[in-house]
T-cell receptor, first 115, second 112 residues
Framework: NAGVMQNPRHLVRRRGQEARLRCSPM?????VYWYRQLPEEGLKFMVY????????ESGMPKERFSAEFPKEGPSILRIQQVVRGDSAAYFC?????????????FGDGTRLSIL | QKEVEQNSGPLSVPEGAIASLNCTYS??????FFWYRQYSGKSPELIMF????GDKEDGRFTAQLNKASQYVSLLIRDSQPSDSATYLC????????????FGSGTKLNVKP
C-alpha cells in the first residue's frame, strides 16, 4: 500500500495520559500536514512539516501539543496530558512538496477518544 | 470572516439529477482549489483540483472557477446514491501554497 499510513486507527486514553499518533507519508512525499476534525465539522489545520523541520505550526495549540518529522521514521503528533476536548479525528496528509500547487493526500485518520 | 465558506446543507437531490456544490473564499490571491469527498467516518478523498478560470471536467464531475467572483463550484451530473457524502472545498493561498484552508463542507444526499 503506497498511500498515507496512519496508526493507530483508534486510540483510547484517560485524562492526563499521553497520546502519540503516527503518520508515514506516501512514497516520494516529503511534506506532511496534520489536521483535526470534530464531528460534523471541517478540517482544521494544525501543523505542516518537512523532514526535520516544522514549517508552520500556527494551528497547533502552544501547550501540550508537539509534532516532529525525523529524518528516519514516521511523523509523530504528540499530545501530553490529554483532556476530554482533545477527542477528535486526527488526519495526516502528505504531498510531494516540490510543486506547491499539488494536492494533499490523506491517511485514514486516528480517532482519539479520551475517557 | 472565514477563509473558505460552504453551505453546510444538507443538499438533497433525486437520483439522476445534477448536484451543484458551491464554495467562496476570501483571499483574492488564492491560486489552487481542491474538492474532496468524505464519507461518514472516513478520510477525505481527492475528487478534483482546478487552477485556472473556467471549467474542468472529469467524468461526471465538473469543477468551475471564477477568480473575479472568488467562487468555485463542483457539479455532479447523473447523481447516484453513492455520491451521498460531505464535500469539502480546500484553497491554498498566494503566499502560503502548501497550507490548505478547508471549508466546513456541504452534506449531499442523493435520494433513490
Amino acid at each position: 500500500n503506497a498511500g498515507v499510513m496512519q496508526n493507530p486507527r483508534h486510540l483510547v486514553r484517560r485524562r492526563g495520559q499521553e497520546a502519540r499518533l503516527r503518520c508515514s507519508p506516501m512514497k516520494g512525499h516529503s511534506h506532511v500536514y496534520w489536521y483535526r476534525q470534530l464531528p460534523e465539522e471541517g478540517l482544521k489545520f494544525m501543523v505542516y512539516l518537512q523532514k526535520e523541520n516544522i514549517i508552520d505550526e500556527s494551528g497547533m495549540p502552544k501547550e501540550r501539543f508537539s509534532a516532529e518529522f525525523p529524518k528516519e521514521g514516521p511523523s509523530i503528533l504528540r499530545i501530553q496530558q490529554v483532556v476530554r476536548g482533545d477527542s477528535a479525528a486526527y488526519f495526516c496528509a502528505s504531498s510531494p512538496g516540490v510543486n506547491s500547487n499539488q494536492p494533499q493526500h490523506f491517511g485514514d485518520g486516528t480517532r482519539l477518544s479520551i475517557l | 470572516q472565514k477563509e473558505v465558506e460552504q453551505n453546510s446543507g444538507p443538499l438533497s437531490v433525486p437520483e439522476g439529477a445534477i448536484a451543484s456544490l458551491n464554495c467562496t473564499y476570501s483571499d483574492r490571491g488564492s491560486q489552487s482549489f481542491f474538492w474532496y469527498r468524505q464519507y461518514s467516518g472516513k478520510s477525505p478523498e481527492l475528487i478534483m483540483f482546478i487552477y485556472s478560470n473556467g471549467d474542468k471536467e472529469d467524468g461526471r464531475f465538473t469543477a468551475q472557477l471564477n477568480k473575479a467572483s472568488q467562487y468555485v463550484s463542483l457539479l455532479i451530473r447523473d447523481s447516484q446514491p453513492s455520491d451521498s457524502a460531505t464535500y469539502l472545498c480546500a484553497v491554498n493561498q498566494e503566499n502560503n501554497f502548501n497550507k490548505f484552508y478547508f471549508g466546513s463542507g456541504t452534506k449531499l444526499n442523493v435520494k433513490p
